[in-house]
């Protein structure tokens, strides 16, 4: 069985974050690790509050992976504040980590600021230079690139910009775009589209998360990135158009459909 590790923050209903990778690598066939860089107060109606992890406490759950477990893959999702960073980095050179998906979250869907403005330099300079993939929406890629970002032309912009920041794919997530869903995904020279029929639904808590690990379970798995970022938005598209109206705000997403149906679990 393949080894997928997560390197996120926790979220405390389970739509998003470690919660949502760990279901995301079940659901592929993969063996879920994580290290938990924050904890988070948060419900479908949004985040309350964030406790960082120390950088010594996160260097060490890096380390006892690494030394023990083979790790065929990894994601990263939230890291706030520089140190964090700079420990992760740090760290994922010494172990010669491989097949690194970097999902650059930066504000939650509540408009709760996820990455520190002083940090968005070191996620910059240190992570994006080891990501096989770093995988923005439209704001993160706005924030990034710092242009407004309003059809599949500015993606395209957006992505070479992206791209001459050293990371070998870039793949940009058009859900924020009105019309069908299109991604865009860049690899220097080429450009790819990813494109899906927008599903009519507000439930869609954690879909980063659950992209960018099911990139990474399917990287672990021996395919090569296209055919994991197409098989990727398929699942994601599945388990939007089966999402749960859980709680009073904005659902989660269902990791397990596929797997439900055929037990014939009703939910």
């Given at each position: 069985m393949k080894k997928v590790l997560t390197i996120a923050g926790s979220d405390s209903c389970g739509g998003a974050g470690i919660q949502a990778d760990l279901k995301t690598f079940a659901a592929h066939g993969v063996y879920g690790m994580s290290v938990i860089t924050a904890v988070?107060?948060?419900?479908?109606?949004?985040?309350?509050?964030v406790q960082d992890i120390s950088p010594e406490i996160?260097?060490?759950?890096?380390?006892?992976?690494?030394?023990?477990?083979?790790?065929d893959a990894l994601k990263i999702g939230m890291v706030s504040v520089t140190q964090t960073i700079n420990t992760i980095g740090q760290k994922l050179r010494e172990h010669k980590a491989k097949n690194i998906v970097?999902?650059?979250?930066m504000i939650s869907k509540s408009g709760y600021t996820l990455l520190q403005d002083d940090a968005r330099e070191a996620l910059v300079k240190g992570l994006f230079p080891l990501a096989s993939v770093v995988t923005p929406n439209i704001p993160e890629a706005e924030a990034i690139t710092g242009k407004a970002i309003k059809n599949l032309q500015n993606m395209k912009e957006a992505a070479k910009m992206i791209s001459s920041l050293g990371t070998s794919y870039v793949l940009i997530k058009g859900g924020h775009l009105e019309a069908d869903a299109i991604d865009i995904l860049f690899d220097g020279q080429?450009?790819?589209?990813?494109?899906?029929?927008?599903?009519?639904?507000?439930?869609?808590?954690?879909?980063?998360?659950?992209?960018?690990?099911?990139?990474?379970?399917?990287?672990?798995?021996?395919?090569?990135?296209?055919?994991?970022?197409?098989?990727?938005?398929?699942?994601i598209t599945t388990a939007i158009k089966h999402s749960f109206s859980l709680g009073k705000g904005v659902g989660p997403t269902h990791h397990f459909y596929e797997l439900y149906k055929k037990a014939d679990i009703v939910t």
């Open positions: 988070t107060a948060q419900n479908t109606r949004r985040v309350f509050a996160i260097a060490k759950q890096i380390d006892v992976i690494f030394e023990d477990i083979e790790v970097l999902d650059p979250l080429i450009f790819y589209e990813y494109k899906a029929t927008r599903v009519n639904t507000k439930h869609t808590h954690g879909t980063g998360c659950t992209l960018s690990s099911a990139i990474a379970s399917n990287l672990a798995k021996g395919l090569e990135i296209t055919q994991a970022v197409e098989l990727s938005k398929k699942y």
